[in-house]
């Protein structure tokens, strides 16, 4: 499996207070993305990053915000959660911005549950 | 607006049978055609990847095939086994200029039955 670690792996929380969803990888890939997986949608792209401190948006990203000050850590922050993001969160690497011979590997998720 | 449109969402086959999902897309841009296996509790994995000059590429027990006029591909499991059970994901790549996204069929649940 990549190295890619995704925490936490389960959180419950508010509407209204700020999450923090953090991707650590020990792969060294230049790319980083954030989806989120819903029932009758699959996965989405939220944000992804093409280097240290290089993000931009996704297809999904209103409600969301990125930062990635490491080449290792990637983090989605929701500013001010609401219910419509409950959902799992997948984060994904990749190390070249080939067509497809270096595909996106990803974690194993963060099941997020907003009330 | 789903760009790549998957089908069926769910699919039940007997152990030793055909597999077979579809997807059509219709962003002529997307260059790159992967499915991915997704297990329970667990992201999903790359399985097997196509490009859109080949119509045919089979690893395994695993072939996809292309029609690049009709902007279709499938997914076909031979021999499918109850280890098969899973969601799987038709996906299309396009680069841009920072990077190569991923756009994702709805997904298809497998079960394979003994």
């Known amino acids: 499996d990549a190295g890619i670690t995704q925490s936490p792996r389960h959180k419950v929380t508010e509407t209204g207070t700020p999450v923090t969803l953090r991707c650590h990888q020990t792969?060294?890939?230049?790319?980083m993305y954030w989806y989120r997986q819903d029932p009758g949608h699959g996965l989405r792209l939220i944000h992804y990053?093409?280097?240290?401190?290089?993000?931009d948006k996704g297809e999904v990203s209103d409600g969301y915000s990125v930062s990635r000050s490491k080449t290792e850590d990637f983090l989605l922050t929701l500013e001010s959660a609401t219910s419509s993001q409950t959902s799992v969160y997948f984060c994904?690497?990749?190390?070249?911005?080939?067509?497809?011979?270096?595909?996106?590997?990803f974690g194993d998720g963060t099941r997020l549950s907003i009330l | 607006q789903q760009q790549v449109k998957q089908s069926p969402q769910s699919l039940i086959v007997q152990k030793g049978g055909i597999s077979i999902i579809n997807c059509a897309y219709e962003n002529t841009a997307f260059d790159y055609f992967p499915w991915y296996q997704q297990f329970p509790g667990k992201g999903p994995a790359l399985l097997i990847a196509i490009r859109p000059d080949v119509s045919e590429k089979k690893e395994g027990r695993f072939t996809i095939s292309f029609n690049k006029s009709a902007k279709q591909f499938s997914l076909h499991i031979m021999d499918s086994q109850p280890g098969d059970s899973a969601t799987y994901f038709c996906a299309a790549i396009v680069n841009t200029g920072t990077a190569s996204k991923l756009t994702f069929g709805t997904g298809t649940r497998l079960q394979v039955t003994l």
């Open positions: 990053s093409y280097g240290v401190k290089d993000t």
């Open positions: 994904a690497i990749s190390n070249k911005r080939g067509s497809g011979d270096q595909p996106q590997h």
């Open positions: 792969e060294n890939h230049r790319y």
